[in-house]
């Protein structure tokens, strides 16, 4: 079965810091990749997503992400935070199947001092 | 592109009653909706999968006559949790596919979430 980790439970970084949030699956056959992020009382918003290619993965907001395989592993980072980034961000992995459920890491809640 | 609205964003009803929430693609037609539910600072739990025209399916441990769910458009998808009780307060959201070809890769996108409280 599939499964998400996102070994970081809390983060606390500065604002125009540098920030790298950590995600590893476990699945058995090519992964479908995800973040979102979300606000407090709000739904989900992706960042961004992999499925395939290039293994940096560019998303909304300067996001990015980096696919290796080897270490079975999906971070997400920013070069530089802003006050707005501070959410709860979630990496997902999608399982397939004929729905294509996606498996939600526990996420990891991103709080930025001024 | 792809906005899934939800409502309502937050309702409080008393013991006994029935509450229906509504999740509608609202620039896409959506195949697969998925319904979750979130627990305060928890991830989130999927409850079942409805896809257009067919009955939805449940995840292990959701019990189906407590949580209504229908799929009636493509365009609409309803969740109803009947004879709500305290212990069924909870953040409930809702997620659209829009990907008619079931390609894999293909995001869910996902409504703002209902706050639901049972007094």
């Known amino acids: 079965a599939q499964s998400v980790t996102q070994p970081d439970i809390h983060i606390t970084v500065s604002e125009g810091a540098s920030l790298e949030l950590r995600c590893n699956y476990s699945?058995?056959?090519?992964?479908?990749l995800f973040w979102y992020v979300q606000s407090p009382g709000q739904g989900l918003q992706l960042l961004l997503k992999?499925?395939?290619?290039?293994?940096l993965v560019q998303g909304i907001k300067g996001f990015e992400a980096e696919f290796k395989r080897s270490q079975s592993s999906f971070n997400l980072r920013k070069p530089s935070v802003h006050w707005s980034d501070a959410a709860e961000y979630f990496c997902?992995?999608?399982?397939?199947?004929?729905?294509?459920?996606?498996?939600f890491g526990k996420g990891t809640l991103l709080t930025v001092n001024p | 592109g792809a906005v899934v609205s939800q409502h309502p964003s937050w309702v409080i009803c008393k013991s006994g009653t029935s509450v229906k929430i509504e999740c509608r693609s609202l620039?896409?037609?959506?195949?697969?909706m998925f319904w979750y539910r979130q627990f305060p600072k928890q991830s989130l739990m999927l409850m079942a999968t409805?896809?257009?025209?067919?009955?939805?399916?449940?995840e292990q441990g959701v019990e189906k006559d407590k949580f209504l769910i229908n799929h009636a458009s493509l365009t609409l998808s309803t969740l109803t949790v009947t004879s709500a009780h305290p212990e069924d307060s909870s953040f409930y959201i809702c997620?659209?596919?829009?990907?008619?070809?079931?390609?894999?890769?293909?995001?869910?996108?996902f409504g703002d979430g209902t706050r639901l409280s049972i007094l």
């Open positions: 409805s896809n257009e025209g067919s009955k939805a399916t449940y």
């Open positions: 699945y058995g056959a090519t992964p479908y």
């Open positions: 992999y499925f395939s290619g290039d293994t």
């Open positions: 620039d896409f037609q959506a195949t697969t």
């Open positions: 997620s659209a596919r829009a990907s008619p070809d079931r390609v894999p890769s293909g995001p869910q996108h």
């Open positions: 997902a992995v999608n399982s397939g199947g004929s729905n294509y459920k996606l498996t």
